[in-house]
Structure formats: structure tokens, C-alpha cells
């Protein structure tokens, strides 16, 4: 059974930073391309980050500069560092994992930026 279960969101003033984390079970995150994305109210899903199983990353341009994808193949975790958060990034954020045939997705966690 495959689970990624996020953890890391939480209220955070402008400017502050906050690390999310996605463990996964299931998957191997190291042969999926891993990726996080959010969904703020009224809005759709957008892509915020991914990376490939060959490391290869790419970010969304309201993000680029301030938030961090990352993977530790040990604990089987992929990580979202946020830095100089904006009010605008308020969301619910999810991990994804994508493999040919397979896709799947966390529940989400909170993130909400006060300004």
C-alpha cells in the first residue's frame, strides 16, 4: 500500500520559513519524480516543485529563490524548505510521486502565511 504523508505546515508570519516533509511508503522516492504541490482557496492545483529520479529540479517562478526541493533516499523523504514566505503562498500543499503507470498522492498539509 502506498502512502506519502506530509507533515511541516503550520502558521508562519511574512518572512518566516517553514520545512516540509513527505515520507513515503510504497515508493521508492529515489526512481519517482517527486514533486510538491499546493492549492490555495478558489484556485487550482499548481505545480510548486519537482525532481526527477535523476535529480533533475525545476520550480515554479513565483517560487524560484525561495523555496528548496529536496530528497534523502535513506529515509525514503522528500522535503520542501520555504524561505521568505509571502502571504500568498497560503495553501494546502501535497506530495506528489509519479512513475510510468503510477500517481500517486498525500492529504495534504496546511500552510498559511499572516502578513
Known amino acids: 500500500q502506498v502512502q506519502l504523508v506530509e507533515s511541516g505546515g503550520g502558521l508562519v508570519q511574512f518572512g518566516g520559513s517553514l520545512r516540509l516533509s513527505c515520507a513515503a511508503s510504497?515508493?521508492?522516492?529515489?526512481?519517482?519524480?517527486m514533486a510538491w504541490y499546493r492549492q490555495a482557496p478558489g484556485k487550482q492545483r499548481e505545480l510548486v516543485a519537482s525532481?526527477?529520479?535523476?535529480?533533475?529540479?525545476n520550480y515554479a517562478d513565483s517560487v524560484k529563490g525561495r523555496f528548496t526541493i529536496s530528497r534523502d533516499n535513506a529515509k525514503n523523504t522528500v522535503h520542501l524548505q520555504m524561505n521568505s514566505l509571502k502571504p500568498e503562498d497560503t495553501a494546502v500543499y501535497y506530495c506528489?510521486?509519479?512513475?510510468?503507470?503510477?500517481?500517486?498522492w498525500g492529504q495534504g498539509t496546511q500552510v498559511t502565511v499572516s502578513s
Open positions: 510504497g515508493v521508492i522516492v529515489s526512481i519517482y519524480r
Open positions: 506528489h510521486a509519479l512513475r510510468v503507470g503510477q500517481d500517486y
Open positions: 525532481m526527477t529520479s535523476g535529480g533533475s529540479i
